[in-house]
Nanobody
Framework: QLQASGGGLVSAGGSLRLSCVAS????????MGWFRQVPGKERELVAA????????FHADSVKGRFTISGENAKNTVYLQMNSLKPEDTAVYYC?????????????????WGQGTLVTVSS
């Protein structure tokens, strides 16, 4: 239902853009977000966007560097990641729930894409 892509290996300071393609049904009814996880740690919400695209959330750790956006015609949510740091290295997951940005968490997400690995070298 969610297909994530775009991860890879990049040097510190570089950029990547992740994409998450959703089924139309999920895309129009859901808040969508990007989580990331490193081994031994909980999955962290990085960014989220509401159905209309008019409201977004970015975690403090990525604010000013990452930008979430949506493209309705393609049922796709993007995460543009600039000025990447080694600490951004993680598996990134897209997820969705039908409620609100404030309620989106690892526990409340109804749908998950497969992870895509982002590795930032120093």
């Amino acid at each position: 239902q969610l297909q994530a892509s775009g991860g890879g290996l990049v040097s510190a300071g570089g950029s990547l853009r992740l994409s998450c393609v959703a089924s139309r049904r999920i895309f129009v009814m859901s808040v969508m977000g990007w989580f990331r996880q490193v081994p031994g740690k909980e999955r962290e919400l990085v960014a989220a966007i509401n159905r209309s695209g008019g409201s977004t959330f970015h975690a403090d750790s990525v604010k000013g560097r990452f930008t979430i956006s949506g493209e309705n015609a393609k049922n796709t949510v993007y995460l543009q990641m600039n000025s990447l740091k080694p600490e951004d290295t993680a598996v990134y997951y897209c997820a969705a729930n039908p409620f609100s940005i404030s309620s989106l968490s690892e526990r409340t997400a109804n749908y998950w894409g497969q992870g895509t690995l982002v590795t930032v070298s120093s």
